[in-house]
């Protein structure tokens, strides 16, 4: 449904806001007279990091977007704050509808618990009622493919394991968002494949899409549209393909990286 179509029937077609946008951290030296070193450094301008600056966009409802940068550009600092997982420093966000994100992980689960009460979990942490996790548990757990091994400790499961199952689990609460960070890129090829095509079919029939990329390929089949953060900051915001290809040849020559964005002691668990 196109923008003048939603607003003849009066829905509204923006679904995510930010005006203004800024995160900062503060490094802080030697632990010992914890309170007072961090008074002081608070004082210090020197000891400021900003991950974010100034970040203004708009995303309307069905809109695909994927979020480009290197490392330290601010990308998962940026997913952080879309999702509320950290709040910004200055500038405000809006956002409705149910929003899901698998930004790290094991995010939200419990390594003492079993994969099947994580499920229970981290699906009523994302807003499912009681009902409704136990009639898509089954689903859930065959799409990740963990019916071995899910009433084992999360404790025992690998990197990939845990992938599916916290991608499984987001996917099938339905959310009206989903924001992804890099996590496809975990498993194997199989279940990537698996993902991608999941993740489509979500586009298609209207979920908002947030992704944070370094996949040449998948930004293009899958994202109309990109941001380019540098240094905290937008540098360009429109079609994926142009802002990919703008983005690309900035960095001609230069080694891949690969998908981390630390900021180290400033704070926060990525940028």
């Not at 450094?41 to 995303?59: C, I, P, Q, T, Y």
Request: with cysteine; hydrophobic share 40%.
């Amino acid at each position: 449904m196109g923008r003048g179509a939603c607003a003849i029937l009066g829905i509204d077609v923006e679904i995510l806001r930010l005006e203004g946008v800024g995160k900062r951290y503060h490094r802080h030296g030697k632990r010992e007279l914890f309170a007072k070193k961090a008074v002081e450094a608070l004082k210090k301008s020197g000891d400021e990091f900003w991950a974010l600056r100034d970040v203004s966009f708009r995303v309307e409802r069905g809109e695909t977007l994927a979020i480009l940068g290197r490392n330290g550009a601010g990308k998962s600092t940026l997913l952080g704050v879309v999702t509320g997982v950290t709040a910004p420093t200055e500038g405000r966000v809006w956002r409705t509808g149910r929003i899901a994100a698998l930004l790290e992980l094991g995010a939200g689960f419990h390594n003492d618990l079993t994969g099947a009460e994580n499920v229970t979990l981290h699906a009523s942490l994302m807003g499912l009622s009681e009902k409704q996790i136990e009639d898509r548990r089954e689903s859930i757990i065959r799409f990740a493919e963990m019916e071995q091994f899910i009433e084992e400790p999360l404790r025992t499961y690998s990197s990939g394991m845990l992938a599916r199952l916290g991608f499984s689990v987001a996917v099938h609460v339905e959310p009206e968002i989903l924001v992804l960070d890099e996590v496809m890129a975990v498993g194997d090829a199989a279940f990537q494949e698996k993902c991608r095509t999941q993740v489509a079919k979500m586009a298609a029939e209207g979920t908002t899409l947030l992704f944070v990329s370094h996949s040449e390929a998948f930004v293009r089949g899958m994202c109309r549209r990109a941001i380019w953060l540098e240094d905290g900051r937008v540098r360009a915001d429109g079609a994926a393909g142009d802002v990919l290809d703008e983005y690309l040849s900035s960095h001609a020559g230069e080694v891949p990286e690969q998908d981390a964005d630390p900021v180290g002691d400033a704070g926060g668990s990525s940028a």
